[in-house]
């Protein structure tokens, strides 16, 4: 299990708090806004039951404004959703924030050598 502060704000690298209109953009706000509008390839394929369990989770971290735990596989599911609505640097402050500051799982990315 790991506990998530929803509550916790989401900055740019320039220190500033990211914004979604005129709020700041929270962990909570991040997660609940890709529960609400994220669709992965999954959900063509999950049923009445899978579909219910994503739901109860979207409900989960959009009602909750503290600490929240999660297991693996509600982690998994809340990093696909963001990863389909939000980009690349609204991911990466989340990984940051989640995961460490070295970015967690993020993968890296080798740079070939040519001459």
Same mark, same amino acid.
């Given at each position: 299990?790991?506990? *998530?502060?929803?509550?916790?704000?989401?900055?740019?690298?320039?220190?500033?708090?990211?914004?979604?209109?005129?709020?700041?953009?929270?962990?909570?706000? #991040?997660?609940?806004? #890709?529960?609400?509008?994220?669709?992965?390839? #999954?959900?063509?394929?999950?049923?009445?039951?899978?579909?219910?369990?994503?739901?109860?989770?979207?409900?989960?971290?959009?009602?909750?404004?503290? /600490?929240?735990?999660?297991?693996?596989?509600?982690?998994?599911?809340?990093?696909?959703? /963001?990863?389909?609505?939000?980009?690349? /640097? /609204? *991911?990466?402050?989340?990984?940051?924030?989640?995961?460490?500051?070295?970015?967690?799982?993020?993968?890296? #990315?080798?740079?070939?050598?040519?001459?």
């Amino acid at each position: 299990m790991k506990k *998530i502060d929803l509550g916790e704000v989401i900055h740019g690298d320039d220190g500033k708090p990211l914004m979604e209109g005129d709020k700041k953009l929270t962990l909570g706000l #991040a997660f609940g806004f #890709a529960f609400a509008h994220g669709t992965i390839e #999954a959900d063509a394929r999950t049923g009445y039951d899978g579909k219910l369990k994503t739901y109860l989770l979207g409900k989960k971290v959009a009602q909750e404004r503290g /600490v929240i735990e999660l297991d693996d596989q509600e982690i998994e599911e809340v990093k696909a959703r /963001v990863g389909a609505v939000f980009k690349p /640097v /609204v *991911i990466g402050k989340i990984d940051e924030m989640v995961f460490g500051a070295e970015g967690g799982k993020a993968p890296t #990315a080798k740079a070939k050598r040519t001459r």
